[in-house]
């Protein structure tokens, strides 16, 4: 074997193993998150209305798990970006390249159905407090690493640039969560995670937590599928 | 109400987009990659 035809044997070898893993994998994450959903919106319905908000309060169902995984998402994307900037190997780009759009995604989730509860609630759709405003960054970083990818033709050089992006972005995770507790916010500040434990009833925990692994079904779902095409689209490619 | 009604059609609208944004690229890519095997 010449030196040429090792080196792209070592590097697409993986790569193959993940198109077969997750070709597979994507049926399961549909059904789980099918059924997940399913079941969180059953209990959505069941729960009942907050004595302030009313039915508003069920908002949370949706916009809370849906910005827990915009951030998981970036910090999946970080780990990715760095594990390729120290060993290069493609299968990180790749992994990163899939994971993106995803968050996204959940990002724009996360921000549309927060206007959506602060109308009611607030009494506005957007204010510039610190938690709105960094997670609005949040998106315009997704959205510039999208842009970044798109734009540079050379694959070597739109991979080393976009973990470089991502790398640096990943300075506003810290911002987006303790931004309530820097500042002074009208977001409201931690409720679920914190050390004295949650701060909510459980018909309100049991559908919030369910649809937390509804959307992160749906995240490894679309995952699967972005990384199987993105992988495709680099063996056609050559 | 409508607030609720339609934070979670948004939800599901923007979720369903997405799936189905993946799946037609995945679907195109399969494609293609059989036709460059022919297999």
């Known amino acids: ?238 | 109400m409508i607030y609720t009604l339609l934070a979670y059609g948004v939800s599901a609208l923007l979720l369903g987009l997405a799936l189905l944004h993946s799946w037609l690229d995945l679907r195109r890519q399969r494609r293609l990659a059989r036709e460059k095997t022919g297999r």
């Open chain 1, 1 to 238: 074997m010449s030196n040429a035809a090792a080196r792209d044997f070592y590097a697409f070898a993986r790569p193959g193993r993940a198109i077969a893993a997750a070709a597979a994998a994507s049926p399961f994450f549909a059904l789980a998150a099918l059924f997940l959903l399913a079941s969180g919106l059953y209990l959505a319905v069941l729960a009942p209305a907050e004595w302030e908000q009313g039915v508003a309060v069920k908002i949370m169902f949706v916009h809370v798990p849906a910005a827990w995984n915009a951030m998981m998402i970036y910090a999946l994307l970080a780990f990715a970006s760095a594990l390729f900037f120290i060993t290069r190997a493609p299968i990180w780009d790749a992994i990163a390249a899939a994971a993106a759009p995803a968050g996204a995604v959940f990002t724009l989730l996360a921000l549309a159905t927060g206007a959506l509860w602060g109308r009611p609630v607030w009494g506005s759709w957007w204010v510039w407090d610190a938690r709105l405003t960094s997670v609005l960054i949040l998106f315009f970083i997704y959205l510039g690493y999208a842009a970044l990818r798109r734009a540079i033709a050379n694959p070597r050089r739109r991979a080393h640039a976009a973990s470089l992006l991502a790398l640096a972005g990943a300075v506003n995770l810290p911002v987006v969560k303790f931004s309530v507790d820097w500042w002074q916010t009208l977001h409201q500040p931690a409720s679920i995670i914190r050390l004295s434990g949650p701060a909510i009833g459980a018909d309100f925990l049991a559908p919030l937590v369910l649809f937390l692994l509804a959307y992160c079904a749906c995240f490894a779902l679309l995952f699967s599928m972005r990384l199987e095409a993105e992988l495709r689209r680099r063996f056609i490619a050559r």
